[in-house]
């Protein structure tokens, strides 16, 4: 089974940048997505990046389009969540998750995952 361990989280003031990291024990042909849960919200898909054959595809949600960028460094067993122009409403626990199904339209569906980190803390302060 996958095991994912984030890091990065942190307090940043809005319009700040903030970069999360999710290791993987286990590295193979995976979607892997960035899932945040805000305070009195339900859990919603903010980014995934998936290996389509050579190519890697990436989705978002249309809240962080153009402000976040997610990525991979397959010989790091590492992904990326790079957030710049952090808004008071990014405030929310990040977690990572895994799956070994290539998704593409579902990746924000928390249900397709089956493997999830513990989470990082993000406050973003206006």
């Known amino acids: 089974q996958v095991q994912l361990v984030e890091s990065g989280g942190g307090s940043v003031q809005a319009g700040g940048s903030l970069r999360l990291s999710c290791a993987a024990s286990l590295f193979t042909y995976t979607t892997m997505a960035w899932f945040r849960q805000g305070p009195g919200k339900e859990r919603e898909g903010v980014a995934a990046i998936t290996k389509g054959g050579s190519t890697y595809y990436t989705y978002y949600a249309d809240s962080v389009k153009g402000r976040f960028t997610i990525s991979r460094d397959n010989a790091q067993n590492t992904m990326y969540l790079q957030m710049s122009d952090l808004k008071p409403e990014d405030t929310a626990t990040y977690s990572c998750?895994?799956?070994?199904?290539?998704?593409?339209?579902?990746?924000?569906?928390?249900?397709?995952?089956?493997?999830w980190g513990q989470g990082t803390q993000v406050v973003v302060s206006s």
């Open positions: 998750a895994a799956t070994f199904s290539l998704l593409n339209a579902s990746w924000s569906s928390d249900r397709r995952y089956g493997s």
